[in-house]
């Protein structure tokens, strides 16, 4: 999968229960699932105008988001 690795540090290697799902060019994972978790450290918010590979991580968070209320600010007495 297309990443755009920009960071000037990185997870080197993944223990046995994390499964890479991205890596950049020089090997280094991008985007893992871990038990309970998923993990991404590139930014698939700037390839979403080229490739549509990563709109299913934006809608699986939209759909775990939960909608909330505004509460209103009160001001200080």
Do not use: K, Y
């Amino acid at each position: 999968m297309d990443v755009n690795s920009s960071h000037h540090q990185g997870v080197d290697r993944l223990v046995l229960s994390h499964t890479p799902l991205a890596c950049a060019p020089d090997g280094l994972p991008e985007a893992w699932v871990q038990p309970g978790a998923l993990a991404v450290q590139s930014h698939p918010e700037t390839l979403v105008h080229h490739t549509t590979r990563w709109l299913p991580l934006f809608d699986w968070w939209l759909e775990g988001v939960p909608i909330q209320t505004p509460v209103p600010v009160q001001e200080a007495t």
